[in-house]
């Protein structure tokens, strides 16, 4: 019986010994070549072939030795060709020109980023975010950027917190007394307020109270803020040495989260409904205390969290958040009496926002200070340029599980050089390289878009507005009119005595608030001199910026209308861009249609208004509501049951929102399926382009 040439006694020693060489290097056993030569060594008959290719193996493993002494790298083996493609994102530039792509849902598990100022990980993360919008445009990133160094990105909202607030209001499938109370333990664990946790429930017993009673007194929701609890501790009172230490050790601690810029002191603040389904950049260099970073990102994520507790679980990853200088965000956590706790509530936070598709992804120079129970669930990490520190390095090699020899190399790394580890990719070790090339002018703008944020201001919960006797209302020929959105104003007799560009600028658009900016350009002297003027405008508070798909619309503030001597014409309205769109809307359905047309029309006893009705000759009327967002989309539908509406047409400020509206009613259940039935959707471009072919 004849055996093939590597099993016989003469080659069979040789034979194995040559192919366990071979397996030790692991880049060399997945080349196509040594594969095929392997095969044929191992099958062959023929004396002469086995020969061959043997004598061609041992040739390929000493030319891969000589180049290895040549070239030391301590994290060889290299990833093959054959495995280095095994999803659609470039990670990096492998040390011998390879390129690695891998599959982007694998990061759904976290992302450690480490590495010194200057080492390359802004650039990292820049080239990151495009490459995940070009794979999957759903997908939404929520940047937090205390150092400014993503403040010019194109395709994102860009959000300075200094001038923004944050309530406590819950996502809509969690009541708001539910969210709060939860929230309690995490807030102490984060304060390192564990003995002060019985007082934080009982100033939110109080707190809540108040809210109910200001409710059933004006029918109106105040919201419930920080803040209200902060004032709350106030009123209770305390006895004992100990007690009162845990009291003012609580106090002292929410007036360091609500800082000198109110972060979570309002009574209406930013929609975190409407802040997730974005791509936003929210700059935080204003938040100094370690305390107000750790609250502020624990409340994101804890929010995300209770959104998430009925969302099925999925490994495709949905949204990303992404935290620089992350060991001031999630750092670890002290307490009272000692140097550092030993659990935190982020880690449960983090393994239930995983599984709903949540990555989170951070990068710090001090890895050694991350929150332990982030480290331990962060399965793929980045290391780019030379960590220092005995701490650091110490953290990193038991993440990557690296040798000492190894861990040795680390600090000699040079600027963009890479050590990368992706746990479930294809090649299952170890990728030392370079970091993508990245061209900064793709990625960034002179003109970061900023959206207008309607924030309430705080006051207590106790101030409860006295309910005063209704005015009559003015006749038509009162002598006193309403103001009026087109009011003309004369320049020559209203304006200030120094009359420059910009307040030509901001005349023009007082004088004709409903044509988009690239015709406010047009009647400048030059595109140069309209962007000077309409940038100056908008950083003196006198214009607001506001997006509706690809156009651009300049809201004159009621700052501008006070500069020209003339009324606001958006004096009692909560969202002035909210208003001014329902009344672009107005003015375009009185000039082009023949139907009847009414703003804000009363429905229901409790104050609720429907933005636009419009009535026909046969009397079948339509309702429009203005959507720019999608928050409070569930309330504003529930004032419309048992109404005589043959249309309600959601005009929804983009498309993106026009198709979030219509995806969230077609799974919400809890709406009559008749009232669905009517519903259209449908953005401000699309819609404003059907009007105008009508008419012509």
């Known amino acids: 019986m004849l055996i093939p040439c590597s099993q016989t006694r003469e080659h069979q020693d040789e034979w194995l010994a040559l192919e366990g060489r071979l397996r030790k290097k692991e880049r060399l056993i997945h080349d196509p070549t040594v594969q095929k030569l392997l095969k044929t060594a191992q099958g062959t008959f023929n004396e002469w072939a086995y020969k061959l290719a043997t004598e061609r193996l041992q040739l390929i493993l000493k030319i891969g030795n000589i180049n290895e002494m040549r070239q030391p790298d301590e994290f060889r083996p290299y990833c093959p060709a054959s495995l280095s493609k095994s999803g659609d994102l470039h990670l990096i530039d492998q040390m011998d020109g390879q390129q690695i792509f891998i599959n982007h849902n694998k990061l759904v598990t976290g992302l450690g980023i480490f590495g010194p100022q200057g080492a390359g990980k802004s650039y990292s993360i820049i080239d990151f975010c495009n490459k995940i919008l070009r794979i999957d445009p759903a997908i939404k990133i929520t940047i937090v950027d205390p150092k400014g160094a993503f403040s010019n990105l194109v395709s994102f909202l860009h959000s300075n917190i200094a001038y923004a607030s944050f309530d406590l209001m819950s996502p809509s499938n969690v009541s708001i007394e539910i969210f709060i109370y939860e929230l309690m333990p995490i807030l102490a664990n984060t304060l390192g307020l ?286 006193s009119p309403k103001p009026s959105i087109l009011t003309i104003v004369d320049h020559e007799t209203s304006a200030p005595k120094t009359f420059g560009v910009v307040d030509k600028l901001v005349l023009h658009c007082i004088n004709n608030p409903f044509v988009k900016a690239s015709d406010h350009a047009n009647h400048m002297n030059s595109d140069r001199e309209y962007d000077a003027a309409k940038n100056q405008a908008v950083q003196d508070g006198l214009l607001i910026q506001s997006a509706s798909g690809k156009s651009l619309y300049l809201i004159p503030s009621k700052l501008a209308y006070a500069k020209f001597g003339t009324s606001f014409p958006y004096e009692r309205a909560v969202s002035i861009e909210h208003s001014f769109y329902i009344q672009l809307a107005v003015h375009t359905l009185r000039r082009v249609s023949p ?102």
């Open 595 to 696: 139907l009847k047309v009414q703003a804000e029309t009363p429905v229901g006893t409790k104050g609720a208004t429907i933005d636009i009705t419009t009535t026909d000759k046969s009397g079948n009327m339509s309702a429009y509501e203005i959507t720019l967002s999608t928050s409070n989309l569930s309330s504003n539908a529930s004032k419309l049951q048992d109404t005589v509406y043959k249309k309600i047409i959601w005009l929804c400020r983009d498309a993106d929102t026009a198709k979030a509206v219509k995806a969230y009613f077609n799974k919400l259940q809890n709406l009559p399926l008749e009232l669905v039935a009517k519903f259209e959707y449908i953005h401000f471009s699309k819609w404003l382009s059907q009007i105008e072919k009508r008419k012509g």
């Open 194 to 479: 564990i003995y002060a946790l019985d007082m934080l429930y009982q100033a939110v017993d109080i707190a809540v109270g108040q809210r109910r009673q200001y409710m059933q007194q004006t029918g109106i929701d105040p919201g419930i803020c920080l803040k209200d609890i902060r004032e709350s501790l106030n009123l209770i009172k305390v006895s004992g040495f100990r007690k009162t230490g845990y009291h003012d050790a609580a106090t002292t601690a929410l007036s360091l989260i609500l800082g000198k810029q109110k972060l979570f002191a309002c009574r209406k603040g930013i929609s975190l409904d409407w802040l997730f389904n974005q791509n936003v950049v929210l700059n935080a260099r204003c938040l100094t205390d370690d305390m107000e970073c750790r609250f502020f990102a624990i409340y994101l994520l804890y929010w995300l969290y209770q959104q998430a507790r009925y969302i099925p679980e999925t490994n495709r990853i949905k949204h990303v958040i992404i935290i620089d200088d992350a060991s001031r965000f999630i750092g670890t956590i002290g307490n009272q009496f000692d140097g550092h706790s030993k659990t935190s509530p982020i880690g449960h936070l983090l393994a239930t926002l995983r599984s709903s598709g949540v990555c989170l992804i951070y990068a710090t120079q001090l890895p050694s200070q991350v929150d332990p129970s982030v480290l331990s669930l962060t399965r793929n990490a980045l290391v780019i340029g030379n960590i220092n520190g005995e701490d650091n390095l110490r953290v990193i090699q038991n993440m990557l599980s690296l040798s000492d020899k190894q861990k040795v190399a680390i600090p000699k790394f040079k600027q963009r050089e890479i050590l990368a580890f992706i746990s479930g990719a294809d090649w299952p070790h170890h990728m030392h390289g370079w970091t993508p090339t990245v061209n900064m002018t793709d990625y960034t703008t002179d003109n970061p878009l900023k959206p207008v944020i309607d924030i309430a201001p705080w006051h207590s919960l106790a101030d409860i507005p006295q309910q005063q006797t209704a005015k009559p209302k003015p006749s038509e020929d009162s002598s």
